[in-house]
């Protein structure tokens, strides 16, 4: 790698930032090697790669941005960061290099804050520009979208318990619902209170008629996690709700106006589950909120891309946890856990064998910058550098945070973010020939 330590300005791979803002000034403009690249299972899952064809590139410039968590501003200087979007007197445009880019959102675009409504409004920015965007789904937007879907329709053991489940986290975004978008006409609707908690609620007998349904879809150690989970969050939601002071009609309201502007086809945001996918794929790179699985692994070099996206929106509509633990949500889920669905040595030949050499995710985030390492023996570049003012707080890291994953058609990969002193450069390709 000595060829890339002589290598030390990001100007001859990145465009400018044309941003006059002084809070850009902190971004690293200074490339080091991506150090992790040396370690000995990433040098293996490298040599995988190049006994399988080597690597094939994006025909055009990835910037890949994930977790902004409901933090609009950090999103848009991540945006800015990466030279795709300028700024002036408040307004987006695109800038050169943005008209050749391909922008992939990586997942979890909501909860924490501070504004989940200003995020998706910046979102729509974006859009409006004509950025070629993708939305990948994360575990947190599934959640919101479980929550909202257990409200509709006839109550059932297998869904009438998730916004207990889901709901906790999304509390701040019905707040935000209920101030801009609830009407007082559309409280007067509702039953009284008691009502109105009922139908939040799961019934008194739920876990007994939970563990009959849920049987054909889950196995018995994840139903009884699941009832002793649900217990726990049932205890605390009444803290939780008084915490962010709504009533329970005002929490009905606000998940029924979410139906309204999520999911129905003229909604304010239904662009946002609409555009949604679970994983794109740009040459031997994947993109995905988590991780993979064997089941999808396969699936995905047996259908194709969009025939898992299209199973995934499908299942989502109308989810019960059978789903929610299932090889599709794994996409949005794992962590590789022993919970989880399983990524075996089987799994990962059938990805190299297809050309398909590193994932790149969100989900994990990092306070030093994007990372590098060998999951199950396939190479995972880790993404999710904490763009979120209440994560930061709570991290011990300051203000708001700023950074992208840029991915060129040479070959080259830059980590960017305002927490690392540089930034990191991979070339997988040139390594090997040095």
Request: proline share 3%; net charge negative.
């Given at each position: 790698m000595d060829d890339l330590r002589n290598f030390t300005t990001t100007d001859v791979l990145l465009p400018p930032i044309l941003d006059t803002d002084a809070c850009m000034a902190d971004l690293p403009r200074l490339l080091e090697p991506w150090d992790e690249a040396a370690a000995a299972p990433v040098v293996d899952c490298l040599s995988r790669?190049?006994?399988?064809?080597?690597?094939?590139?994006?025909?055009?410039?990835?910037?890949?941005?994930?977790?902004?968590?409901?933090?609009?501003?950090?999103?848009?200087r991540s945006l800015i960061a990466a030279g795709v979007i300028h700024r002036s007197k408040g307004r987006i445009g695109l800038t050169p290099f943005g008209r050749t880019?391909?922008?992939?959102?990586?997942?979890?675009?909501?909860?924490?804050?501070?504004?989940?409504?200003?995020?998706?409004?910046?979102?729509?920015?974006?859009?409006?520009?004509?950025?070629?965007?993708?939305?990948?789904?994360?575990?947190?937007?599934?959640?919101?979208?479980?929550?909202?879907?257990?409200?509709?329709?006839?109550?059932?053991?297998?869904?009438?318990?998730?916004?207990?489940?889901?709901?906790?986290?999304?509390l701040p975004a019905l707040r935000e619902v209920l101030t801009r978008f609830v009407t007082p006409e559309d409280i007067a609707a509702l039953p009284p209170e008691a009502v109105c908690k009922a139908r939040l609620m799961p019934g008194e007998d739920w876990s007994t008629r939970f563990a009959t349904a849920a049987r054909p879809e889950l196995p018995a150690k994840v139903i009884t996690k699941e009832i002793r989970k649900l217990e726990e969050k049932r205890a605390k939601f009444e803290t939780d709700r008084a915490r962010i002071g709504m009533t329970h009609r005002e929490l009905?309201?606000?998940?029924?106006?979410?139906?309204?502007?999520?999911?129905?086809?003229?909604?304010?945001?239904?662009?946002?589950?609409?555009?949604?996918?679970?994983?794109?794929r740009s040459g031997s790179l994947?993109?995905?909120?988590?991780?993979?699985?064997?089941?999808?692994?396969?699936?995905?070099?047996?259908?194709?891309?969009?025939?898992?996206n299209a199973a995934y929106a499908r299942a989502a509509e109308g989810a019960s946890l059978g789903f929610y633990f299932g090889p599709l949500a794994n996409l949005v889920r794992t962590k590789y856990r022993a919970s989880d669905c399983a990524l075996t040595a089987a799994g990962v030949e059938v990805l190299h064998r297809a050309g398909l050499h590193m994932v790149v995710q969100g989900h994990v985030n990092n306070h030093a910058g994007q990372r590098l390492l060998a999951k199950r023996g396939l190479l995972h570049l880790e993404a999710d550098i904490t763009l979120d003012r209440?994560?930061?707080?709570?991290?011990?890291?300051?203000?708001?945070?700023?950074?992208?994953?840029l991915i060129f058609p040479s070959g080259d990969v830059i980590g960017l973010s305002r927490d690392h002193p540089r930034a990191k450069h991979f070339a997988p390709e040139r390594m090997a020939a040095h």
């Open positions: 790669a190049r006994s399988h064809g080597g690597w094939h590139w994006p025909d055009r410039p990835v910037v890949f941005v994930s977790d902004p968590h409901a933090d609009a501003e950090g999103f848009l880019a391909h922008i992939v959102l990586g997942g979890d675009a909501l909860d924490k804050g501070p504004s989940n409504l200003a995020l998706l409004d910046a979102i729509a920015d974006v859009l409006d520009t004509g950025a070629d965007v993708t939305i990948l789904a994360g575990n947190h937007d599934l959640r919101m979208r479980l929550a909202i879907g257990s409200v509709r329709g006839e109550r059932s053991a297998l869904t009438e318990h998730l916004f207990v489940r889901m709901g906790r986290k999304i009905l309201a606000a998940l029924l106006k979410c139906h309204d502007i999520f999911l129905e086809p003229e909604g304010h945001y239904a662009w946002f589950f609409e555009r949604m996918q679970a994983v794109a994947l993109f995905v909120h988590a991780g993979l699985c064997d089941d999808m692994a396969r699936a995905l070099v047996r259908d194709g891309v969009e025939a898992v209440a994560s930061r707080a709570l991290e011990g890291l300051d203000g708001i945070g700023a950074g992208a994953t």
